[in-house]
T-cell receptor
Framework: EDQVTQSPEALRLQEGESSSLNCSYT??????LFWYRQDPGKGPEFLFT???AGEEKEKERLKATLTKKESFLHITAPKPEDSATYLC?????????????FGRGTSLIVHP | NAGVMQNPRHLVRRRGQEARLRCSPM?????VYWYRQLPEEGLKFMVY????????ESGMPKERFSAEFPKEGPSILRIQQVVRGDSAAYFC?????????????FGPGTRLTVT
């Protein structure tokens, strides 16, 4: 069974204090790994898709990286508006209809 | 270009009543997915549909839950005889093609409260 573990569960940062969120996964052949951002009371907003180890993607202050066992979401000089829950999801290469499995998320709060 | 739309945004039902949740996918998207999110838990897949077809319902409870995506109109998730444990946020997502090749885009969710 595919498993996704995100850490930490919650993270508090000061504005400008860079940090990383972790997504560890166990899957029978990774087809894709997704990062989403979810604001309170709203649906997840798509951020990135990573397909192979060594791949990196960037968007503003966010950079996602991928290894064979985990992915990191690096947040550089965060601002209060980056406060949200960040979700990771993995998609297996084999079997089923390729529906991604989601982790429980990391709740990020950035203080001004 | 409008995103995924869901209605109602909030729904209150008494135990034993029926709940109907609607989802209109993004323009040009013909693949729809339903997820459930409980407090402090991740998104749990329920069902994947394409127009007039259920592709994967492996996450759908065997009883009381059903879903459809007719040729015309929105996708509907139906919960019969609701119980308190059905209280959750239900999210719909859509994609332009199959999930093997296309990302999913989510709607704002419907928050169901069963009293």
């Amino acid at each position: 069974e595919d498993q996704v573990t995100q850490s930490p569960e919650a993270l508090r940062l000061q504005e400008g204090e860079s940090s990383s969120l972790n997504c560890s996964y166990t899957v029978s052949g990774l087809r894709g790994l997704f990062w989403y951002r979810q604001d309170p009371g709203k649906g997840p907003e798509f951020l990135f898709t990573l397909y192979s180890a060594g791949e990196e993607k960037e968007k503003e202050r966010l950079k996602a990286t991928l290894t064979k066992k985990e992915s990191f979401l690096h947040i550089t000089a965060p601002k209060p508006e980056d406060s949200a829950t960040y979700l990771c999801a993995v998609q297996a290469r084999t079997g089923g209809s390729y529906i991604p499995t989601f982790g429980r998320g990391t709740s990020l709060i950035v203080h001004p | 270009n409008a995103g995924v739309m869901q209605n109602p945004r909030h729904l209150v039902r008494r135990r034993g009543q029926e709940a109907r949740l609607r989802c209109s996918p993004m323009k040009g998207h013909s693949h729809v997915y339903w997820y459930r999110q409980l407090p402090e838990e991740g998104l749990k897949f329920m069902v994947y549909l394409q127009k007039e077809n259920i592709i994967d319902e492996s996450g759908m409870p065997k009883e009381r839950f059903s879903a459809e995506f007719p040729k015309e109109g929105p996708s509907i998730l139906r919960i019969q005889q609701v119980v308190r444990g059905d209280s959750a946020a239900y999210f719909c997502a859509s994609s332009q093609g199959p999930p093997s090749s296309y990302e999913q885009y989510f709607g704002p969710g419907t928050r169901l409260t069963v009293t």
